[in-house]
């Protein structure tokens, strides 16, 4: 089992940056691939981000390319989301994930260990 606990969350201005952490214990989590997604109110859970198990490979939802940043440290069995430049519409409930596999993976069914979330508010 591999358990993950977000922390950052909170309320921020348009515009403005925030940076989520993804703690992750238990079974060997550096092994694995991981991924940010969120939700917001009516809408499905959607990927925000992903990174290999070594961080050298990541992927980027068209919508915040170029404004997020994912990153980890396996020595510290952490992930990151860098949030610059954010906008309303980013406003969610962020989650992070763990896959069994080890490279990159983009949907949510290919994720087998999940946080509980925190919550992005964004004010305009």
């Known amino acids: 089992q591999v358990q993950l606990v977000e922390s950052g969350g909170g309320l921020v201005q348009s515009g403005g940056s925030l940076r989520l952490s993804c703690a992750a214990s238990?079974?060997?989590?550096?092994?694995?691939?991981m991924g940010w997604f969120r939700q917001a109110p009516g809408k499905e859970r959607e990927l925000v981000a992903a990174?290999?198990?070594?961080?050298?490979?990541?992927y980027y939802a068209d919508s915040v390319k170029g404004r997020f940043t994912v990153s980890r440290d396996n020595a510290k069995n952490t992930m990151y989301l860098q949030m610059n430049s954010v906008k309303p519409e980013d406003a969610a409930v962020y989650y992070c994930?763990?896959?069994?596999?080890?490279?990159?993976?983009?949907?949510?069914?290919?994720?087998?260990?999940w946080g509980q979330g925190t919550q992005v508010t964004v004010s305009s």
């Open positions: 994930a763990a896959s069994l596999f080890f490279g990159l993976r983009l949907t949510v069914g290919e994720y087998a260990y």
């Open positions: 990174i290999n198990r070594n961080g050298g490979s990541t």
């Open positions: 238990g079974r060997t989590s550096r092994q694995y691939a």
